[in-house]
Each structure stands twice: as C-alpha cells, then as structure tokens.
C-alpha cells in the first residue's frame, strides 16, 4: 500500500496530527468545564503531618482533591468565589476506624439472630450504619469481617455515590479454624452447615492449604484486606481469648499469600501466645491485643507492626450485659480482657508501638466511634497522637496515605470541623459539626458551606 517508506511516515504523522486535534478538542472540552472550586477558610487547622495546628489557613478544593493549602493571608479568594467559612472552627482531616463491622447492629445481642436472619438484614444495617459513621465524621473505615461479600459490595454501592458512607477498606469473613472465634459454636451439629454454607467455605480454615485457599478466594471476589482470628475472643462461644487458634504456619501462610497480592492481614489476636505467632508470621496488624506480654510489644516495635486496640468497647458491652442478657460466659471474658486490654495498651503506646485508631464498631453502636478517643489518652497518648492515630497513621495502616490521612494538596477533599480545639479536649470530636468527603458536604450543622462571597 505505501510506495515507500517515507510515505508511511507521512501517513503515521497526519494520524498524530488528526488525533492531536482531536484531543486538543476535548482538553477544550474539558477546560470549559473545571472542577468547581471550594476555599475553606480554616480557623485552625491540624493537617496531621505534624502535632501542631496552624491558625488561619484556606484550602483550595478543586472537585474531590485539595489543590492547595496556604496561609490566608497569601491565598486570593476571588469574589464571588464558593467558601465553606470554618474561620471560627478547629478542621481537621475525615477520621479513619480500622476496625469496624458495619453490617453488625448494637442495640442486640443474641446468638439465635444469626440463625434467624438471612444476609439481607445485614445490608439493611450497612446502609444506615455506613451514614451513621460518615456523620460522625469518620470519612474512612476498614471494615474487618462480615459475610462473603458485603464489605465489597458496600464499597462499590457508595464509591459509585448510590448511599452515603465512609471510604471502605473491605475484607471478607474473618479466616478461623474450626470451633474457633468466627465458627458458629453451641448449636448441634449440621445447624451451621444448613445456614450459610457458602460462608463457610471462605471463611473456616483449618491447615495452611485451606488457608491459602480461602485467601485467595476472597482476593477473587474482591477485598482490599484479610482478616484472620489468631487467637480466640470474647464475643464467641466456647472458646477462650487467650488461647492460640490459627498456628503459626497457618498465618505465615495468609501473610504469604495476601502479600503476594498486594493486600495485607489484620489479625484478632487478644492471648499473648497468638499475639507473638501473628507478628512473626509478618501479620500487619494485632487487633485487640489485650493480652500482649513484654516480649510481644518489643517483636511489635521490632517489625513496625500496628496495634489497633478496641479499647472503648469493655464499658459498653459490661454496661449493656444485663438489658442484652450477654450469656454469663461472654460477661466473664469480657471482666477478664477489659481492663488488661487498657493496661497494656498503655504499655504498648509507652514503649513506641506504632498505633492506629480502631473501634470493632458494630460490637457498640456505629457512630459512637470517637468515644474511644477519651480512652487514648487516658491511657498515654497526647490528644494530637489519639488524633494522628485515626488520621495519618490510620492511612498508613490501610495503605491509603496517597489519598487520604492528612490534608494536603493532592490528597482527597475528606475534612471535618469542630467548634472546640480538641488538642485540649479530644473529646470535642464525640461532636463533629462539619463533614465534607470528596468536597462533598454531608454535614453542616454550622451553615459554614452557604457562605457565598
Ligand atoms: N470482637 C471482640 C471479641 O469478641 C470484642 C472484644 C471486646 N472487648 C474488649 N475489651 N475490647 O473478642
């Protein structure tokens, strides 16, 4: 067809040509329509890369992402430019829970549900719950364990703006041994098996082959995260929370493999034993850690692994064990790991652990979540570090600091704002009165966002 090959040049270069035009066409397109642009105007800010807070600062929001963050003095908000007007206000980056359950509500306890409901229920409460925690002004959560797959689908239903929610870092059901803490114990034998039978196959695990078996479905269909039960718990029947249940060749295997793909392992470990085991494995995360020895917060320190520490949650499960009629042996587990749990955060947050905000919300009601914050520092931290803990370090954690965790340019427009500086009191975020994810507003108890110059 081409005489020569020059002619092929000549021909390749119009293609180039024509497609430049035609680019050049929709970057016209495009530049007709910028992404509208917000400036917040901040009375104090904490950005969360330091523990410090800056006074009057404006953030350029252009769509879902920060542009910009500078001095008011040197940023030029032109006139009739749209302002979120939080000049009297203490902003501060969307909160991250590393530990939630959203499908799980908390004003009822009782084992029979779970043979009573069917999953739509849970995708009832996800939806009210997701909101929930969005107004509470967690702009993200890492949602640890659930049923197959509704962790996922709850991501996808609100990244594609259809419900109101928080950002989703999903996992599947947690990955326990037999008769552990995510088996379905105290029924006879085959009830289980009746129930979900498809849960089952993603979620009990016994040996390292069916452990990398139920890793790599889970990858398959769609989770950002693993989560394995290392140890036994509180909330379950029929087993104890110090003892170890997942071996360590088990978890070294789930590390393996999650690693493989890309995504890392939360592991539910209270005893000292599954705690240890967890780490070295090259687990990412201890949740709960309640029983943690000496020896297991120095292996902690040594391999950068995050505690994500639930340590709210004992005055709400031992205030509410009577009006739920929690059975005597969950009440008895609880008194054993409450207070410990506290102690050796405290512990834990003196020797240097790398800590990260997490709730096991869906165990206490979701939306209460800043509650635990009070608790961080009465047990050792400075409000500025509870806070760093369920913002840059929360992202971190969940491998989301590219977009989210502090509020610089580039990152995703997800900021709160309260009327209190909560570096004196950290209290003040139990009542946040501003939310905005993705530049979105979803809360403005303040009318800061109907300021138009
Ligand atoms: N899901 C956990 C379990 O059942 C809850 C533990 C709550 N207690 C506590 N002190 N953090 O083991």
Request: glycine content about 10%; some cysteine; proline content about 5%.
């Amino acid at each position: 067809m081409f005489r020569n090959p020059s002619m092929l040049c000549r021909s390749l270069l119009a293609l180039a040509a024509f497609s430049a035009v035609i680019s050049g066409a929709f970057a016209q397109a495009a530049a007709s329509a910028p992404p509208p642009t917000v400036y917040v105007k901040a009375g104090h800010l904490f950005d969360a890369t330091s523990d410090q807070l800056r006074d009057n600062v404006v953030l350029v929001i252009e769509g879902e992402r920060i542009a910009k963050v500078g001095p008011a003095a040197q940023v030029a908000i032109p006139a009739g430019a749209t302002v979120v007007d939080l000049s009297q206000d203490w902003v501060l980056p969307g909160l991250i829970d590393c530990h939630t359950h959203l499908e799980s509500r908390a004003d009822k306890y009782d084992p029979i549900n779970e043979v009573k409901d069917t999953p739509f229920m849970g995708g009832f409460n996800g939806v009210v719950n997701a909101r929930q925690t969005l107004q509470a002004g967690f702009t993200g959560v890492r949602d640890l364990g659930s049923q197959p797959f509704f962790a996922v689908d709850l991501r996808r239903a609100i990244d594609s703006g259809y419900i109101p929610g928080p950002r989703v870092v999903a996992s599947g059901p947690a990955i326990s041994i037999t008769g552990g803490h995510g088996d379905m114990n105290g029924f006879a034998p085959g009830v289980e098996n009746m129930m979900y039978p498809a849960e089952r196959d993603f979620a009990i695990a016994d040996g390292p082959e069916q452990v990398r078996h139920a890793v790599r479905e889970q990858i398959k269909y769609g989770v950002d995260v693993i989560k394995i039960l290392a140890t036994g718990g509180v909330l379950s029947l029929g087993d104890k929370p110090g003892a170890e249940q997942l071996t360590y060749e088990e978890m070294k295997m789930a590390a393996d493999e999650a690693h493989r793909a890309g995504r890392k392992v939360a592991a539910h470990a209270h005893g000292a034993e599954g705690i240890k085991d967890a780490v070295r494995a090259g687990i990412d995360s201890i949740e709960h850690g309640s029983l943690i020895d000496q020896e297991g917060i120095d292996l902690m320190k040594a391999h950068g692994t995050y505690l994500v520490a639930d340590i709210y949650n004992d005055d709400y499960i031992l205030g509410k064990a009577i009006e739920f009629g929690l059975p005597k042996e969950n009440v008895d587990k609880e008194k054993m790991v409450g207070r410990l749990q506290r102690e050796n955060f405290a512990k834990a947050v003196a020797a240097g652990v790398k800590i990260a905000f997490g709730t096991d919300a869906g165990v206490y009601p979701h939306g209460d979540n800043a509650k635990q914050f009070h608790y961080m520092v009465k047990f050792g931290m400075t409000p500025a570090g509870a806070i760093r803990a369920a913002t840059s370090s929360a992202a971190d954690l969940i491998d989301r600091s590219k977009d989210e965790g502090t509020l610089e340019a580039g990152k995703y427009a997800d900021l709160i704002a309260v009327t209190a500086n909560p570096l004196d009191r950290v209290e003040v975020l139990e009542h946040v009165s501003f939310v905005m994810k993705g530049g979105k507003v979803y809360k403005d108890e303040l009318g800061a966002a109907q300021a138009v110059r």
